[in-house]
T-cell receptor, first 117, second 118 residues
């Protein structure tokens, strides 16, 4: 079974540009989560999508947005990039569904490393 | 608000030593779940264990063991006879059990970077 796959592995952008990161969940998983792991700051929750809808959002500005497609894959868009957006962006998937259970285990991808110059 | 604290930023030990990674959490919920994840240099977080708030039994899996104590809000992780392959960043995490839209995400601690030296 394929795991959570993310692309691109690495991305280099300059300030003010836009970045798009992509995530394919494990087959059968309907929920996708995005986390930001900036250097020394641990993992910060960004977004949670399920069944094509945004279910929850972390404390990030509106220039961080995303969507989930009918096949449950997801993309994260970061507009007007700033230097502090440089980080590893991790995607995770789970079988959440509408019957959310905190017990569900999130399976993570290897991440996309975004560098903003 | 939920919070997870991993006070040890970095730990370095010599191979075969035992090492304990501390995790302290805060939550107002009576039902919650605690997790440990391992992040090797490749970057991918690997699930290690899940424990619900009603199960305080300690768990052992090979060289890994976990000590959950609600009285001290701690969920510590011990590696016995450490090996170089155990070198990684380890994260403790907490999740609510609410079943409503907009429900809680997984809240992570800051992580502990464990280095096992040969």
């Amino acid at each position: 079974e394929a795991g959570v796959t993310q692309s691109p592995t690495h991305l280099i952008k300059t300030r003010g540009q836009q970045a798009t990161l992509r995530c394919s969940p494990i087959s059968g998983h309907t929920s996708v989560y995005w986390y930001q792991q900036a250097l020394g700051l641990g993992l910060q929750f960004l977004l949670w999508y399920d069944e094509g809808e945004e279910r929850n959002r972390g404390n990030f500005p509106p220039r961080f947005s995303g969507r989930q497609f009918p096949n449950y894959s997801s993309e994260l868009n970061v507009n007007a990039l700033e230097l502090e957006d440089s980080a590893l962006y991790l995607c995770a998937s789970s079988l959440e569904g509408r019957s959310f259970s905190g017990a569900n285990v999130l399976t993570f991808g290897a991440g996309s490393r975004l560098t903003v110059l | 608000a939920q919070k997870v604290t991993q006070a040890q930023t970095e730990i370095s030990v010599v191979e075969k030593e035992d090492v304990t990674l501390d995790c302290v959490y805060e939550t107002r919920d009576t039902t919650y779940y605690l997790f440990w994840y391992k992040q090797p240099p490749s970057g991918e977080l690997v699930f290690l264990i899940r424990r619900n708030s009603f199960d305080e039994q300690n768990e052992i899996s090979g060289r890994y063991s976990w000590n959950f104590q609600k009285s001290t809000s701690s969920f510590n992780f011990t590696i016995t006879a450490s090996q170089v392959v155990d070198s990684a960043v380890y994260f403790c995490a907490l999740s609510e059990a609410k079943r409503v839209q907009g429900a809680q995400k997984l809240v992570f601690g800051q992580g502990t970077r464990l280095t096992i030296n040969p």
